[in-house]
């Protein structure tokens, strides 16, 4: 017995009145007429298939099973996607591992020399030119004390991520900071010299040649017109 077959590319698709369904559905000749066969074939959400039961049974299978095989290769697409996907994100994640692992490699190294830094300060000052203690303005202290009042200051200063990012700073760059220290402590540890006494006028010479007579010899000159 010939007949149709109308399955439904999305279940419950509606056309001609009819809610089609995604499994095959077998109607016999006969049940629709001409036109809304048409109307079914020109439908591209419907697949209708026209036979008798056996040949409608195996040209629905072939397509169900194509549309299966249309399924897998898209779920295969969509996983090499994903595969890409976290291949992607697995090489990024070791990069920033290997960012953090070289900050924190730069951060240990600047720490180390930022805790050097008060024995470079010592050692400068070790080498400046001692002064007297007995003048005014000379501050005597000891090695030990020095370096231990430094040694608080750094701690209580701890070098932080924005200090580091300020600089990976070298060798040279922590002598520099010391010796600027050092300046500045030398500075403050050399006694300031008496103020100069003024000294007597004399005798000088002005743009003419001529001598220059200070108010001094003016005020004599006078005072001798004067008794004669």
Not at 86 to 109: H, I, K, N, P, Y
Not at 125 to 152: H, N, T, Y
Request: with cysteine; net charge negative; glycine share 8%.
């Amino acid at each position: 017995m010939n007949g149709i077959t109308i399955t439904a590319k999305i279940d419950g698709f509606r056309r001609g009145g009819i809610a089609h369904s995604a499994a095959a559905t077998h109607y016999p000749e006969g049940y629709f007429s001409e036109a809304q066969l048409e109307v079914f074939r020109q439908e591209p959400q419907l697949v209708v298939v026209e036979g008798t039961p056996d040949e409608l049974s195996m040209i629905v299978a072939d397509q169900q099973h194509e549309l299966l095989s249309n399924m897998v290769d898209s779920l295969n697409g969509r996983l090499v996607v994903s595969e890409e996907l976290v291949e992607t994100l697995t090489g990024r994640l070791a990069d920033s591992e290997d960012v953090v692992q070289a900050l924190l490699q730069c951060l240990t190294e600047v720490s180390a020399k930022y805790v050097a830094i008060p024995e470079l300060i010592l050692l400068d000052l070790q080498s400046l030119e001692r002064a007297d203690p007995a003048q005014e303005g000379v501050l005597c202290l000891k090695e030990e004390d020095v370096l231990g009042l430094l040694k608080r200051f750094t701690l209580a200063h701890p070098l932080t991520l924005e200090h580091g990012n300020a600089g990976t700073t070298t060798p040279g760059a922590a002598a520099g900071t010391s010796e600027t220290a050092a300046d500045s402590a030398a500075a403050a540890s050399i006694p300031q010299a008496p103020a100069a006494e003024a000294l007597p006028v004399t005798d000088q010479k002005a743009a003419g040649g001529k001598p220059a007579r200070g108010k001094a010899s003016k005020d004599a000159a006078k005072q001798e017109g004067d008794n004669a």
